[in-house]
Every structure is written in structure tokens, then in C-alpha cells.
């Protein structure tokens, strides 16, 4: 009998599909917005207006002309907001002339996200050698149930950080990240009662594949936001690292040992399971099981169990994380990263407490935290975690063939090593130095002149208050002040001119191309959700398993990673946003 | 197709085994290296890597 060709894996082909999105989002640098049209979800009350194009490029634009500068006009629009657009030729037109710019709808827009992302995805799916046509029904129908809550995620009374604004009395406050919970919680509706919906989406059910893919697109916007902060973010990094290095040598030992000794778990039994309990769940159970030699259904069933507690963890840690630890944020992303037992799971929490965190700083404490650090560093620890992965299982490797279970002729070799290496990190890692090298130099000159700037910028508005009260000799003196700043300012900002079109158009290809990083997040949350079948798990006789898991995780590991992600990101806070 | 293993099965099939000294070793080490690297990775972090501290 013919063997059935084996595809590409998941790991590689996330790192390909993350950097195919990464490498169009950078068409902005050469002028051509090739992602442009990628839908935009905003809070809404009115449906209608919850979706746009996420670039001005591709969107309708109606109103009166209140100002021209050069290329740049600004309209007014029939809601009172301004947008300022450029154009070409503005020889024909007038202050207070009407203006519309033709652009794409919002449903035209999610439409040609959605052709872009199964193409994308169905390519994805010959590569991995699945089922083209199921493939793409399940994609079709995860993708559509998935925005669906993404967009009611989004409804003013459950997202609107600022009601008032939102023109509603109240609301939760949940930001449109709510949306990832909503998907989650049908993808278990999905899971534990639809099993025959289930199995059709069974080929598109794939929560490792587009977290993955989701890091590989993240890393360039962490880039962006590392730029503009290289030292905070080397201390995340570094404290991530450190993070990680603690939790590995604690963890593992705690959890090995509570399962031998106390659980009566045999070798194999307890080597994949306190790897998956205590390190990063699914991939750490696979490879250690592996690593010693286990039975693959030893892993397997670890595995589903990991699952299933990483969503019970999901539901619950953001939330936990919200009512101690705004005051630390980063403090709860690195806790995410540690605590929760899968990438999907973690990232995830990531971004939902990076989410609650922030609008509860806002609201109670007048902090605008800068979006994206918590999610930076829970994502940067469980990077550390997966690539030490490889390590730990070769070291485990290593022990087990020459200390434990000793097998003459057996050897392990470094090789190994890169074997059990997630390659989607090298993904993330590129998109994140390419922007980091991209940005830096930029940001070091904005940085650089604006510290020339900002004094000046005080000094026109000291001058200012004081005009009205002067006389006219000391009147006239200030205005030449004011106008010898703003002309210093002048010259200052046209010597940054270049980096900030630089930074402006690295903000502008990461925000496109983070359309799709949400995307594949709420895929992600909304396929964990069908990946965890709790009935089958508890037919299955999970209970001894379970109450180890249980013990291990919330009796220590959540408590360990706590203290461990206290002590190294206790006071480092991400940038506040002023003004 | 043969059938997929129960986890219940799979559990009662499992035979006890003490834990072995090198087993011991390997759980003492493990966290004593951690406990030990703790100090000097919070030194280092504290010093090279202050972020806000």
C-alpha cells in the first residue's frame, strides 16, 4: 500500500503564513497599501457603522473642506469629526467646498478579508495535505461564527470603555476584546453539545496553527513598540528569560514529584505530565513523552487535559488578574504567560487582561496605559517557554537514557535540540527585528529633536497665557517669542520629517497587518472552544489525571508563577500615554 | 481501525513504581539550581536590566 505523503507541520507552516501577511503589510514603504482593505471592527450601537477598511486609503470619505495645506485637506464629516486626507491635486478645490472620496464599504471590506483569508489558509491546508473541500466548509463556518462574536463582542454596552462617549448610559467595559470570550464560549457550546457540527469543523479546528501564525504577525508591532522603548523592552525580555528559567527548574521538579509520589504515577506517566501541567502543555507533554520514550498515548491524553484546563484558566485568570494586579500590569501579562498551560491559552490571556487592565487603570486611576505591553511580555514569556522546550526535553532526554532508564548504544544527540525547536519563533523573532531595525533609528531621531521640541512647546504655551494680561510693549515681545519658537519648531520638525513618515508608515503596516493578528486570535479562542470536549474527557475517566492536574495547578503552579512574575516585573510598567 | 485507549484503562493498567534515588537527585537539583539562579537572575536583572525599578 502506497504511504500517504506527509504535509508540512502546523509550526512551520504558521511561520510561513505570518510572514507572507508580514511581508504584503510592508508594501506601505513603497507606497502600495496592499492590505489596506483588511476590515476594522469598532464598538458600535449603530451595526451599520461597526465596520470599515482599516486604511483611510480604502476608505469613503464625505464632507466640507475646512482646511487646505499643501496636499494635505482636511474634511469635515456629516458625524463633526475631521479626517485629514492627501491629495494630489488640490488646484481645483476650496475651503468649504464639498468633498467625497469613493472607498469600500465595511461588509465589502470583511468580504475580501474573509476570499484573502481562505485562499491564504486554503493554500495552507494543500501544504498541510488535509482535505481541501471539508477544509474549506470548516474554515467558511469557523470564520463566519467567529467574526459574528467578534462583531458582538463589540457592542457599546459590553465594550465602551467610556460610555458617555459611546452615547450610552452604561456598560461593562469589556473593550471588543470581549469578543475573544464570546467565541470561546461557543466554541464550547459547539464542542459539548453539537458534536456533529463539531466534526465539520474538524479540519479548520486547528487553535496551535493560528496562534501561531498570530505571534509570527505580532512580532511586528512589539518591534514598532520596542523601538520607541528599546530599554523596557530588553527588561521584559531579559525578566522573561529569567522568568522562564525559574519556572522550568520549580515547576517540573514540584509537579514530577507530587505525581510519583503522592499520585503513584509511574515514570512515563509523570514526566509528561508535570511537563505538561508545569511548563507549556501540549507541545512540552509531546516532547518529553518523546524525550522519555512514552507511549504516545501517554502524551495525547495529558494533552487534552492541558486543553481543557488552559480554557478553565482563560475564563477565569484575566479577570482575577483585573482586580489585583492593575496597579502591576505587567506583573499579570508575565503571570498569563507562566500560568496558562498553552500558547493559544496564553497569549489569549494576554490580551484580554492587557484589555481589562487598561480600561480599569483608565477608568479608576487616570492611566492610559500604552496598548500591547501586557500582551508583549505574557507572549514573550511563553516564547521563552517554547523555545526552552527543545532544551528541557533534550536534557530530560539525556537523563533518562544515561541515569534512568539505562539502554546500552542508546545516544541522544544536540540535534534534537533543533528538532523540538518551535520554528514559528524564528518568525516572530524576524518580524520583530525588522521593524526593531526598520524604527529604531527613527525613533532615536524624534526622540533626539523632540526633547528640543517639547521645551519649546512650553515655552509658546507659557508665552501664550501670559498675552492676555500683557501690554502692548511686552504683548509684541511675546509674539516675537512665540513666533522664534514655532519658527525653531519648524526647522526642527522638517530635520525629523523623514523618520516620522518612517514611524507613520511602520504604524501604519502594523496596524493592517494586526487586522489579521486579531483575526487569528479570535479563530484561536473560538477553536479551543470546539477542541475542548469536557463530556468526552469526563467519559473517558479522567479523574485521577484531573485531580493532580488540579492539585499541581491551582495548589502551587499558578501561585509559583505568580510570585516568579512578581518578583521580576514588580514596578516595570509599560509607557503611559499623555495628552 | 483499532480503537482508541481509554484513559481509565490506561491508568488501571499502570503499575507502581518507587521512586528511585535518581529520580530523587534529579527533583533536588532541579530546584535547588532554581532556587540558587533565582538570586543571582534577580541581581542581574535589577542591574542590568532596571525597566522602572
Given at each position: 500500500?502506497?504511504?500517504?505523503?506527509?504535509?508540512?507541520?502546523?509550526?512551520?507552516?504558521?511561520?510561513?503564513?505570518?510572514?507572507?501577511?508580514?511581508?504584503?503589510?510592508?508594501?506601505?514603504?513603497?507606497?502600495?497599501?496592499?492590505?489596506?482593505?483588511?476590515?476594522?471592527?469598532?464598538?458600535?450601537?449603530?451595526?451599520?457603522?461597526?465596520?470599515?477598511?482599516?486604511?483611510?486609503?480604502?476608505?469613503?470619505?464625505?464632507?466640507?473642506?475646512?482646511?487646505?495645506?499643501?496636499?494635505?485637506?482636511?474634511?469635515?464629516?456629516?458625524?463633526?469629526?475631521?479626517?485629514?486626507?492627501?491629495?494630489?491635486?488640490?488646484?481645483?478645490?476650496?475651503?468649504?467646498?464639498?468633498?467625497?472620496?469613493?472607498?469600500?464599504?465595511?461588509?465589502?471590506?470583511?468580504?475580501?478579508?474573509?476570499?484573502?483569508?481562505?485562499?491564504?489558509?486554503?493554500?495552507?491546508?494543500?501544504?498541510?495535505?488535509?482535505?481541501?473541500?471539508?477544509?474549506?466548509?470548516?474554515?467558511?463556518?469557523?470564520?463566519?461564527?467567529?467574526?459574528?462574536?467578534?462583531?458582538?463582542?463589540?457592542?457599546?454596552?459590553?465594550?465602551?470603555?467610556?460610555?458617555?462617549?459611546?452615547?450610552?448610559?452604561?456598560?461593562?467595559?469589556?473593550?471588543?476584546?470581549?469578543?475573544?470570550?464570546?467565541?470561546?464560549?461557543?466554541?464550547?457550546?459547539?464542542?459539548?453539545?453539537?458534536?456533529?457540527?463539531?466534526?465539520?469543523?474538524?479540519?479548520?479546528?486547528?487553535?496551535?496553527?493560528?496562534?501561531?501564525?498570530?505571534?509570527?504577525?505580532?512580532?511586528?508591532?512589539?518591534?514598532?513598540?520596542?523601538?520607541?522603548?528599546?530599554?523596557?523592552?530588553?527588561?521584559?525580555?531579559?525578566?522573561?528569560?529569567?522568568?522562564?528559567?525559574?519556572?522550568?527548574?520549580?515547576?517540573?521538579?514540584?509537579?514530577?514529584?507530587?505525581?510519583?509520589?503522592?499520585?503513584?504515577?509511574?515514570?512515563?506517566?509523570?514526566?509528561?505530565?508535570?511537563?505538561?501541567?508545569?511548563?507549556?502543555?501540549?507541545?512540552?507533554?509531546?516532547a518529553t513523552g518523546a524525550a522519555i520514550r512514552a507511549r504516545p498515548v501517554v502524551p495525547i491524553m495529558v494533552s487534552s487535559l492541558v486543553v481543557v484546563f488552559a480554557v478553565i484558566e482563560l475564563v477565569i485568570l484575566p479577570f482575577v488578574?483585573?482586580?489585583?494586579?492593575?496597579?502591576?500590569?505587567?506583573?499579570?501579562?508575565?503571570?498569563?504567560?507562566?500560568?496558562?498551560?498553552?500558547?493559544?491559552?496564553?497569549?489569549?490571556?494576554?490580551?484580554?487582561?492587557?484589555?481589562?487592565?487598561?480600561?480599569?487603570?483608565?477608568?479608576?486611576?487616570?492611566?492610559?496605559?500604552?496598548?500591547?505591553?501586557?500582551?508583549?511580555?505574557?507572549?514573550?514569556?511563553?516564547?521563552?517557554?517554547?523555545?526552552?522546550?527543545g532544551i528541557w526535553a533534550f536534557v530530560l532526554a539525556y537523563i533518562w537514557c544515561t541515569k534512568i532508564e539505562r539502554k546500552p548504544g542508546e545516544r541522544i544527540g544536540a540535534g534534537e535540540i533543533w528538532n523540538r525547536f518551535p520554528k514559528?519563533?524564528?518568525?516572530?523573532?524576524?518580524?520583530?527585528?525588522?521593524?526593531?531595525?526598520?524604527?529604531?533609528?527613527?525613533?532615536?531621531?524624534?526622540?533626539?529633536?523632540?526633547?528640543?521640541?517639547?521645551?519649546?512647546?512650553?515655552?509658546?504655551?507659557?508665552?501664550?497665557?501670559?498675552?492676555?494680561?500683557?501690554?502692548?510693549?511686552?504683548?509684541?515681545?511675546?509674539?516675537?517669542?512665540?513666533?522664534?519658537?514655532?519658527?525653531?519648531?519648524?526647522?526642527?520638525?522638517?530635520?525629523?520629517?523623514?523618520?516620522?513618515?518612517?514611524?507613520?508608515?511602520?504604524?501604519?503596516?502594523?496596524?493592517?497587518?494586526?487586522?489579521?493578528?486579531?483575526?487569528?486570535?479570535?479563530?484561536?479562542?473560538?477553536?479551543?472552544?470546539?477542541?475542548?470536549?469536557?463530556?468526552?474527557?469526563?467519559?473517558?475517566?479522567?479523574?485521577?489525571?484531573?485531580?493532580?492536574?488540579?492539585?499541581?495547578?491551582?495548589?502551587?503552579?499558578?501561585?509559583?508563577?505568580?510570585?516568579?512574575?512578581?518578583?521580576?516585573?514588580?514596578?516595570?510598567?509599560?509607557?503611559?500615554?499623555?495628552? | 481501525?483499532?480503537?482508541?485507549?481509554?484513559?481509565?484503562?490506561?491508568?488501571?493498567?499502570?503499575?507502581?513504581?518507587?521512586?528511585?534515588?535518581?529520580?530523587?537527585?534529579?527533583?533536588?537539583?532541579?530546584?535547588?539550581?532554581?532556587?540558587?539562579?533565582?538570586?543571582?537572575?534577580?541581581?542581574?536583572?535589577?542591574?542590568?536590566?532596571?525597566?522602572?525599578?
Amino acid at each position: 500500500m502506497e504511504e500517504k505523503r506527509k504535509g508540512i507541520s502546523e509550526d512551520w507552516l504558521s511561520l510561513w503564513l505570518g510572514l507572507v501577511i508580514f511581508i504584503l503589510s510592508l508594501g506601505v514603504f513603497a507606497g502600495v497599501d496592499i492590505l489596506g482593505w483588511g476590515t476594522k471592527t469598532s464598538t458600535w450601537t449603530d451595526l451599520s457603522k461597526t465596520l470599515a477598511p482599516v486604511s483611510k486609503h480604502f476608505e469613503t470619505v464625505k464632507g466640507e473642506i475646512t482646511k487646505i495645506d499643501g496636499q494635505k485637506v482636511t474634511i469635515k464629516k456629516a458625524d463633526g469629526k475631521e479626517d485629514t486626507l492627501t491629495i494630489k491635486d488640490t488646484a481645483g478645490l476650496k475651503v468649504g467646498d464639498k468633498y467625497e472620496k469613493k472607498g469600500i464599504s465595511g461588509i465589502a471590506s470583511l468580504l475580501f478579508t474573509y476570499l484573502f483569508m481562505l485562499v491564504v489558509m486554503g493554500i495552507g491546508a494543500v501544504a498541510l495535505r488535509i482535505d481541501i473541500k471539508k477544509f474549506i466548509i470548516g474554515f467558511t463556518i469557523v470564520f463566519g461564527v467567529a467574526y459574528i462574536c467578534w462583531i458582538l463582542g463589540h457592542y457599546g454596552y459590553i465594550a465602551a470603555t467610556d460610555p458617555k462617549k459611546a452615547g450610552i448610559a452604561w456598560s461593562l467595559k469589556l473593550t471588543g476584546e470581549a469578543g475573544y470570550i464570546l467565541a470561546l464560549i461557543v466554541g464550547l457550546v459547539v464542542s459539548n453539545f453539537m458534536p456533529g457540527l463539531s466534526n465539520i469543523l474538524k479540519e479548520a479546528t486547528r487553535p496551535e496553527l493560528y496562534i501561531k501564525t498570530a505571534i509570527v504577525i505580532m512580532g511586528a508591532a512589539l518591534g514598532v513598540k520596542a523601538a520607541g522603548a528599546l530599554g523596557l523592552a530588553s527588561a521584559i525580555m531579559f525578566r522573561g528569560l529569567c522568568a522562564i528559567v525559574e519556572a522550568y527548574l520549580i515547576y517540573w521538579a514540584l509537579v514530577y514529584f507530587v505525581a510519583r509520589k503522592y499520585f503513584k504515577f509511574s515514570k512515563e506517566w509523570a514526566a509528561p505530565l508535570a511537563s505538561g501541567i508545569s511548563i507549556c502543555g501540549v507541545s512540552a507533554a509531546i516532547a518529553t513523552g518523546a524525550a522519555i520514550r512514552a507511549r504516545p498515548v501517554v502524551p495525547i491524553m495529558v494533552s487534552s487535559l492541558v486543553v481543557v484546563f488552559a480554557v478553565i484558566e482563560l475564563v477565569i485568570l484575566p479577570f482575577v488578574a483585573q482586580v489585583f494586579l492593575t496597579k502591576e500590569p505587567l506583573v499579570a501579562g508575565a503571570w498569563m504567560g507562566l500560568a496558562v498551560k498553552t500558547d493559544g491559552g496564553a497569549v489569549a490571556s494576554g490580551a484580554v487582561t492587557d484589555s481589562l487592565i487598561r480600561a480599569k487603570a483608565l477608568t479608576t486611576e487616570g492611566i492610559n496605559y500604552a496598548e500591547g505591553w501586557i500582551t508583549m511580555t505574557a507572549t514573550t514569556v511563553k516564547i521563552f517557554i517554547d523555545i526552552f522546550i527543545g532544551i528541557w526535553a533534550f536534557v530530560l532526554a539525556y537523563i533518562w537514557c544515561t541515569k534512568i532508564e539505562r539502554k546500552p548504544g542508546e545516544r541522544i544527540g544536540a540535534g534534537e535540540i533543533w528538532n523540538r525547536f518551535p520554528k514559528f519563533v524564528i518568525g516572530y523573532a524576524a518580524t520583530f527585528a525588522i521593524l526593531l531595525l526598520i524604527c529604531w533609528p527613527a525613533s532615536k531621531a524624534i526622540g533626539i529633536l523632540e526633547e528640543q521640541i517639547n521645551p519649546l512647546k512650553q515655552e509658546i504655551s507659557a508665552a501664550e497665557k501670559k498675552l492676555p494680561t500683557a501690554d502692548p510693549a511686552a504683548r509684541a515681545a511675546l509674539n516675537e517669542k512665540i513666533n522664534a519658537a514655532k519658527d525653531k519648531i519648524k526647522g526642527l520638525e522638517a530635520q525629523i520629517k523623514e523618520p516620522r513618515k518612517t514611524i507613520s508608515n511602520a504604524n501604519l503596516a502594523t496596524e493592517e497587518s494586526n487586522i489579521f493578528r486579531q483575526l487569528f486570535f479570535v479563530l484561536t479562542f473560538f477553536t479551543i472552544g470546539v477542541v475542548s470536549n469536557f463530556k468526552k474527557l469526563w467519559e473517558e475517566g479522567i479523574g485521577k489525571l484531573a485531580a493532580v492536574y488540579i492539585l499541581c495547578l491551582f495548589g502551587f503552579i499558578i501561585w509559583i508563577g505568580l510570585i516568579i512574575s512578581w518578583i521580576f516585573f514588580h514596578g516595570v510598567k509599560p509607557p503611559i500615554i499623555t495628552g | 481501525m483499532p480503537e482508541e485507549p481509554k484513559l481509565a484503562e490506561e491508568l488501571k493498567k499502570m503499575e507502581y513504581e518507587p521512586l528511585l534515588p535518581v529520580e530523587k537527585k534529579l527533583i533536588g537539583w532541579s530546584i535547588g539550581i532554581g532556587l540558587g539562579l533565582l538570586a543571582i537572575l534577580v541581581w542581574i536583572s535589577y542591574i542590568f536590566f532596571p525597566g522602572g525599578h
